[in-house]
């Protein structure tokens, strides 16, 4: 446990220093991006100076790791606010898509890894679904809910001020944009375990007794499958976090994935460590989970 | 606003009679303003989604300025064809060498807090701005804060050169803080709006009754920045909000297919010149850059690349200026004397991702060169490099220039003295002509000396400035006075109004 944990800090640490390393390798850094498209290059030195970007890469890594273990995430180089209750907002306004998709990811999953099990065809359909970018995911979805049918707003706008509750239907798209290629990824992943279980004497000799589908499903293959579904879960809680940003920008939807993309368009290191630090947390957790079912499974 | 707005009735009473006449008359001629609403307006926010509070520092995002437009009072803004209208500044003087400006502020402005707007606040928001110069390019230009005073309801502002436009640089971009204040999480602002609700997407305004000047139409605005310019034209062509502001062609195009929205343009916005550097092979020589001029086909460019949205352009640089040389034909497109001149020449013509249209604009150019016999090959760039590494370095580029007053640009890009060069033009003629407008407080006179400038770049600069672009806003039909005045006459929305 203590030697889980030794690794998961060092690995924690060894993304930080990685994307801090990307991006202080990325072409122009925030004082240039700052200045402007044109600005005189006297003014980019000055802005320079005045964020500390002059200082040498490795110094501002240990600063920031030193204020990091006073709990103190920095300030955004672009408007100079704390960094803290930004990444609290966006991450509250992330979980409140990144929950339902992932709950409806592992159902929909797991019941679609039991209908296809003994299909090709079926088999390949999910393969292909799971492997559409998210581009044409989101413009499907937008075409067909939005301006095909006119049920749901084509972008995820919230009430200025307000938040998700105000208008739930504006988390519908984006729930469905993150949880239909999870839920083919993680049906690919137990369609063999369950195909498996199917073909064992005593689901095929409840089947020749008459038990229905749905009961065999339930009593006879769910529980064969528990280990490599809550796996499989453990590790989409961490990937669906993390990989927001495309679904995010499309639908306008205020989450962690959009705060990165335009830290990172902007070179505002703080933000972008913070977000790292986040993704990269829960992420681990979700491994460490899904290693620690794996384990006891194989017991 | 006031003359926009008649001359805007104008047009539609006459239109209302035209319909009235022809007896087909829908109704739909909107009378006098009506009060009332809350608009929705959205915009893309390039730099990042981040909202940023400091009034004073980068405000990178059309979403900010506006913001800070409907919030903060400022000393004057631009009008129509470069002139400048009064704003919490009444009038304004300067010394005959144009060196001291004597503001005189109105007495009746108020912070929402309650207490009076006064000169001394004014001063203090200025020194932020020149305070915060590197971050937010420079936006008081010459104004040299240390030397200006404050004195009751009186500004006096010195410079560090004579600045005959010093009102136009300053128009729209002075936001006035109360003395003291250093932190701006609950703005206090003596502006047409007063904050509601604030979140990290955008910020809801209502109407701030204390306000000196025209009661404001709308009740309040919903300012939203999009991170991705897709999503804001889905937003507005699905009527989740009112306006998207300065969208691309496409997007426009879209719009008015629908037969449900309105565009409106602002002309000459933008331009994306051709830069040729006149200290580097082969635009050095006059006749290679006389060929390019000829080679290329600028009306076909404004109705490909900018999809009609736009103007010709005679290469002057600055099309939105009042200095703009109008009577300077657009230069006719001869491919058989640009042959002759710079036939068999190999060029690579360098642009970027960083704009819309700044590729197919480039690759155009390209193809019309070709056909002159200049053999071009267009190298693409990304954003990110494009402006430290390409621009103003490889001897030809695509440019990109929005539309701020001319005296501006040249102080910043082509004059002798400037920060960088981006053609390489170093005229002491120019530089000269410049300086004598600047110290020439007729206004008259001094735009003719800018306008001698401007014919001058045309006739033998390293510009080609095939046309300009307008800023083009996508809107519902019932939104009506929208801003139409140049540069960031586009930020100040208390004159907008929803049609009932």
Same mark, same amino acid.
């Given at each position: 446990?203590?030697?889980?944990?030794?690794?998961?800090?060092?690995?924690?640490?060894?993304?930080?220093?990685?994307?801090?390393?990307?991006?202080?390798?990325?072409?122009?850094?925030?004082?240039?991006?700052?200045?402007?498209?044109?600005?005189?290059?006297?003014?980019?030195?000055?802005?320079?100076?005045?964020?500390?970007?002059?200082?040498?890469?490795?110094?501002?890594?240990?600063?920031?790791?030193?204020?990091?273990?006073?709990?103190?995430?920095?300030?955004?180089?672009?408007?100079?606010?704390?960094?803290?209750?930004?990444?609290?907002?966006?991450?509250?306004?992330?979980?409140?898509? #990144?929950? !339902? $998709?992932?709950?409806?990811?592992?159902?929909?999953?797991?019941? /679609? &890894?039991?209908? =296809? @099990?003994?299909? %090709? +065809?079926?088999?390949?359909?999910?393969?292909?679904?799971?492997?559409?970018?998210?581009?044409?995911?989101?413009?499907?979805?937008?075409?067909?809910?939005?301006?095909?049918?006119?049920?749901?707003?084509?972008?995820?706008?919230?009430?200025?001020?307000?938040?998700?509750?105000?208008?739930?239907?504006?988390?519908?798209?984006?729930?469905?944009?993150?949880?239909?290629?999870?839920?083919?990824?993680?049906?690919?992943?137990?369609?063999?375990?369950?195909?498996?279980?199917?073909?064992?004497?005593?689901?095929?000799?409840?089947?020749?007794?008459? #038990?229905? !589908? $749905?009961?065999?499903?339930?009593?006879?293959?769910?529980?064969? /499958? &528990?280990?490599? =579904? @809550?796996?499989? %879960? +453990?590790?989409?809680?961490?990937?669906?976090?993390?990989?927001?940003?495309?679904?995010?920008?499309?639908?306008?939807?205020?989450?962690?994935?959009?705060?990165?993309?335009?830290?990172?368009?902007?070179?505002?290191?703080?933000?972008?460590?913070?977000?790292?630090?986040?993704?990269?947390?829960?992420?681990?957790?979700?491994?460490?989970?899904?290693?620690?079912?794996?384990?006891?499974?194989?017991? | 606003?006031?003359?926009?707005?008649?001359?805007?009735?104008?047009?539609?009473?006459?239109?209302?009679?035209?319909?009235?006449?022809?007896?087909?008359?829908?109704?739909?001629?909107?009378?006098?303003?009506?009060?009332?609403?809350?608009?929705?307006?959205?915009?893309?926010?390039?730099?990042?989604?981040?909202?940023?509070?400091?009034?004073?520092?980068?405000?990178?995002?059309?979403?900010?300025?506006?913001?800070?437009?409907?919030?903060?009072?400022?000393?004057?803004?631009?009008?129509?064809?470069?002139?400048?209208?009064?704003?919490?500044?009444?009038?304004?003087?300067?010394?005959?060498?144009?060196?001291?400006?004597?503001?005189?502020?109105?007495?009746?402005?108020?912070?929402?807090?309650?207490?009076?707007?006064?000169?001394?606040?004014?001063?203090?928001?200025?020194?932020?701005?020149?305070?915060?110069?590197?971050?937010?390019?420079?936006?008081?230009?010459?104004?040299?804060?240390?030397?200006?005073?404050?004195?009751?309801?009186?500004?006096?502002?010195?410079?560090?050169?004579?600045?005959?436009?010093?009102?136009?640089?300053?128009?729209?971009?002075?936001?006035?803080?109360?003395?003291?204040?250093?932190?701006?999480?609950?703005?206090?602002?003596?502006?047409?709006?007063?904050?509601?609700?604030?979140?990290?997407?955008?910020?809801?305004?209502?109407?701030?009754?204390?306000?000196?000047?025209?009661?404001?139409?709308?009740?309040?605005?919903?300012?939203?920045?999009?991170?991705?310019?897709?999503?804001?034209?889905?937003?507005?062509?699905?009527?989740?909000?009112?306006?998207?502001?300065?969208?691309?062609?496409?997007?426009?195009?879209?719009?008015?297919?629908?037969?449900?929205?309105?565009?409106?343009?602002?002309?000459?916005?933008?331009?994306?010149?051709?830069?040729?550097?006149?200290?580097?092979?082969?635009?050095?020589?006059?006749?290679?850059?006389?060929?390019?001029?000829?080679?290329?086909?600028?009306?076909?460019?404004?109705?490909?690349?900018?999809?009609?949205?736009?103007?010709?352009?005679?290469?002057?640089?600055?099309?939105?200026?009042?200095?703009?040389?109008?009577?300077?034909?657009?230069?006719?497109?001869?491919?058989?004397?640009?042959?002759?001149?710079?036939?068999?020449?190999?060029?690579?013509?360098?642009?970027?991702?960083?704009?819309?249209?700044?590729?197919?604009?480039?690759?155009?150019?390209?193809?019309?060169?070709?056909?002159?016999?200049?053999?071009?090959?267009?190298?693409?760039?990304?954003?990110?490099?494009?402006?430290?590494?390409?621009?103003?370095?490889?001897?030809?580029?695509?440019?990109?220039?929005?539309?701020?007053?001319?005296?501006?640009?040249?102080?910043?890009?082509?004059?002798?003295?400037?920060?960088?060069?981006?053609?390489?033009?170093?005229?002491?003629?120019?530089?000269?002509?410049?300086?004598?407008?600047?110290?020439?407080?007729?206004?008259?006179?001094?735009?003719?000396?800018?306008?001698?400038?401007?014919?001058?770049?045309?006739?033998?600069?390293?510009?080609?400035?095939?046309?300009?672009?307008?800023?083009?806003?996508?809107?519902?039909?019932?939104?009506?006075?929208?801003?139409?005045?140049?540069?960031?006459?586009?930020?100040?929305?208390?004159?907008?109004?929803?049609?009932?």
């Amino acid at each position: 446990m203590v030697a889980a944990l030794t690794r998961a800090v060092l690995t924690l640490a060894a993304v930080v220093t990685g994307v801090f390393l990307l991006t202080a390798l990325l072409p122009q850094d925030a004082a240039q991006i700052l200045a402007g498209r044109q600005a005189d290059p006297s003014r980019v030195t000055a802005l320079r100076v005045e964020l500390g970007l002059d200082r040498p890469w490795w110094a501002r890594f240990l600063s920031w790791l030193a204020g990091l273990f006073q709990g103190d995430l920095g300030k955004s180089y672009v408007d100079g606010r704390p960094v803290g209750p930004a990444l609290a907002e966006r991450l509250g306004a992330s979980a409140l898509i #990144v929950v !339902p $998709a992932w709950v409806l990811a592992v159902v929909a999953g797991v019941l /679609v &890894a039991l209908v =296809v @099990a003994r299909h %090709a +065809a079926g088999s390949a359909a999910v393969a292909a679904f799971s492997a559409l970018p998210e581009v044409v995911l989101v413009s499907g979805l937008v075409l067909a809910f939005a301006t095909g049918l006119g049920r749901l707003p084509a972008v995820s706008l919230l009430p200025v001020g307000g938040s998700a509750w105000d208008a739930p239907e504006v988390l519908v798209l984006p729930i469905l944009a993150l949880a239909l290629p999870s839920a083919a990824w993680l049906a690919r992943s137990v369609r063999g375990p369950v195909t498996d279980v199917l073909g064992r004497p005593f689901v095929v000799d409840a089947h020749l007794r008459g #038990v229905s !589908p $749905a009961r065999i499903a339930v009593r006879h293959v769910l529980p064969h /499958v &528990a280990g490599p =579904v @809550a796996q499989g %879960a +453990a590790i989409l809680a961490g990937s669906l976090l993390a990989g927001t940003t495309v679904v995010e920008s499309l639908l306008a939807y205020p989450g962690l994935g959009q705060l990165l993309a335009t830290a990172v368009a902007s070179r505002d290191v703080p933000v972008i460590q913070a977000v790292a630090l986040v993704d990269a947390a829960v992420v681990l957790v979700a491994v460490l989970a899904a290693d620690g079912i794996a384990k006891a499974g194989a017991r | 606003m006031s003359r926009e707005f008649s001359r805007r009735a104008a047009l539609v009473l006459g239109g209302g009679f035209a319909l009235a006449a022809c007896g087909k008359s829908d109704g739909s001629s909107p009378g006098s303003p009506s009060s009332g609403g809350t608009l929705r307006y959205g915009t893309v926010a390039a730099g990042g989604a981040t909202a940023v509070a400091d009034p004073h520092g980068a405000l990178f995002n059309e979403s900010d300025w506006v913001r800070m437009a409907a919030l903060y009072d400022v000393l004057c803004v631009p009008g129509e064809n470069g002139e400048v209208l009064p704003r919490l500044a009444t009038t304004w003087t300067s010394s005959p060498d144009a060196t001291r400006w004597r503001f005189e502020l109105r007495t009746d402005a108020a912070f929402t807090d309650g207490r009076p707007v006064r000169a001394r606040d004014v001063l203090f928001s200025l020194r932020r701005i020149a305070s915060k110069a590197a971050a937010n390019g420079d936006r008081l230009g010459t104004v040299d804060i240390g030397r200006s005073t404050a004195d009751g309801n009186v500004l006096e502002l010195v410079t560090s050169l004579p600045d005959a436009e010093l009102p136009r640089t300053l128009a729209g971009v002075t936001f006035v803080v109360p003395e003291g204040t250093e932190t701006f999480d609950n703005p206090v602002g003596s502006g047409p709006f007063k904050p509601a609700r604030a979140d990290a997407q955008g910020i809801a305004v209502v109407r701030n009754d204390l306000w000196w000047g025209r009661r404001p139409y709308l009740d309040g605005l919903e300012i939203r920045g999009f991170a991705d310019p897709q999503a804001l034209s889905v937003a507005v062509v699905s009527n989740l909000i009112d306006v998207a502001a300065n969208v691309n062609p496409a997007t426009a195009k879209t719009a008015e297919r629908t037969g449900r929205l309105a565009v409106t343009s602002r002309p000459d916005a933008l331009t994306y010149p051709l830069l040729m550097r006149l200290d580097k092979a082969p635009f050095d020589r006059p006749e290679v850059r006389q060929a390019v001029k000829l080679a290329v086909d600028r009306q076909a460019l404004v109705d490909s690349v900018l999809l009609g949205y736009g103007t010709p352009g005679n290469d002057a640089p600055g099309p939105s200026d009042p200095s703009y040389p109008r009577d300077l034909a657009v230069p006719a497109r001869d491919v058989a004397k640009a042959r002759s001149l710079a036939g068999g020449l190999n060029v690579v013509l360098n642009t970027t991702t960083a704009y819309p249209g700044m590729v197919s604009a480039a690759t155009a150019v390209a193809g019309q060169l070709r056909e002159a016999g200049i053999a071009a090959e267009v190298r693409q760039h990304p954003a990110e490099t494009y402006w430290t590494r390409v621009y103003t370095v490889e001897p030809f580029c695509l440019g990109y220039t929005t539309d701020l007053p001319f005296p501006v640009w040249a102080r910043q890009t082509a004059l002798s003295t400037a920060g960088y060069n981006e053609t390489g033009w170093k005229d002491p003629a120019t530089d000269r002509d410049f300086a004598t407008a600047m110290a020439t407080t007729d206004p008259a006179r001094r735009t003719e000396l800018l306008r001698g400038i401007q014919r001058r770049m045309a006739a033998e600069g390293g510009w080609v400035v095939w046309g300009s672009a307008a800023s083009l806003t996508v809107a519902a039909p019932s939104v009506r006075g929208l801003p139409s005045g140049s540069g960031f006459a586009r930020i100040f929305l208390d004159g907008v109004w929803l049609q009932r």
